[in-house]
């Protein structure tokens, strides 16, 4: 795997480094691509560009995932957006905390995409240093879960991922494969702060109100970088017959970051048989 800022032969032909120069650091077209970039992800909580892998980078990525489906881990899960497990005696029926909600999906995990294409990608120097510059953050390391580094998700019909947010600031995400039924990533940006959880405003969301709901998909070979810790966001059911697939790539601002053992597992390993498990 590349251990410096110099490009494996194969990344360069499976990147397009001319349309998106990220490996030119210092240059016009770089500091240009930046402030574009910068500008939207500070406005919208979300920057997504696409064609970032070319044709044969998009190929081999939808192949590589192919290939390790048959390892996948399948989970079905039950919690409340903000992933508390006890819930003080308090709160109230109709409070945002007491709405359990039920995601189910299939991934692969980091242990298991070594020495493939995508452990290529999420070790790439210029997609983590490029994701600092657009975060303005010093130093990003890589995320030292074994699992959740990176992983492929994968949304067969009649799957979905409920409203949460994210335990980390931010991920990156390259998309695998797009569906035309249901399967949208849907969003309400910076819903909650530092300070405060919003629990009124996600209990609008969860009630139905769909007034700051922003609704999108990508397509295959896009790359995305979005701001998940505060904006409440899910993947919607998906319906037809086709799977939604997407890598999600985790960098750190510090060292050593890792999951539980317990929320390892309960995301990524256990399948669910009802809200009391």
């Known amino acids: ?15 397009d480094f001319e349309k998106y120069p990220i490996n030119a650091k210092g240059s016009s077209a770089y500091d240009q691509l930046l402030q574009s970039v910068k500008a939207t992800i500070n406005e919208k909580g979300t920057v ?17 995932v192919i290939d390790k489906t048959p390892e996948a881990n399948r989970t079905r899960r039950f919690n409340n957006v903000y992933d508390m497990k006890e819930i003080p005696e308090d709160i109230p029926e109709d409070h945002a905390l007491r709405v359990v909600l039920e995601s189910s ?26 994701a ?38 931010f991920v990156c995400l390259i998309n695998v ?35 700051q709901v922003h609704q999108s998909r990508s397509s295959p070979g ?5 701001k998940g810790r505060y904006s409440l966001h899910r993947v919607a059911e998906v319906t037809g017959t086709e799977t939604r697939k997407s890598l999600v790539m985790t960098y750190e601002d510090k060292e050593g970051v890792v999951l539980t053992d317990e929320v390892r597992e309960r995301y990524f390993y256990t399948v669910a048989d009802d809200p009391q498990t």
């Not at 795997?1 to 990147?15: D, G, P, Q, R």
């Not at 959740?148 to 991922?161: L, S």
């Not at 494969?177 to 949208?184: A, P, R, V």
Request: net charge negative; with cysteine.
């Open 1 to 15: 795997m590349l251990a410096s800022n110099t490009l494996s032969s194969s990344l360069a032909k499976m990147i």
């Open 48 to 64: 997504s560009l696409p064609n970032f892998l070319t044709a044969e980078g998009t190929k081999l990525l939808q192949q590589t």
């Open 105 to 130: 999906y299939s991934s692969l995990g980091r242990s298991q995409l070594r020495e493939t294409f995508i452990e290529e990608l999420y070790t790439c120097p210029f997609i983590k240093d490029f």
């Open 132 to 169: 600092a510059d657009v975060l303005d953050i010093p130093q990003l390391y890589f995320h030292d879960d074994s699992y959740n580094a990176c992983v492929v998700m994968m949304y067969q019909p009649g799957d979905k991922i409920d409203w949460h947010f994210d335990y980390g600031q």
């Open 177 to 211: 494969q797009e569906i035309e039924d249901g399967g949208f990533h849907e969003c309400v940006t910076d819903i909650r702060t530092e300070d405060d959880n919003g629990y009124e405003a996600v209990g609008k969301v969860l009630k139905g109100d769909r007034s």
């Open 222 to 226: 896009a790359f995305t970088i979005f």
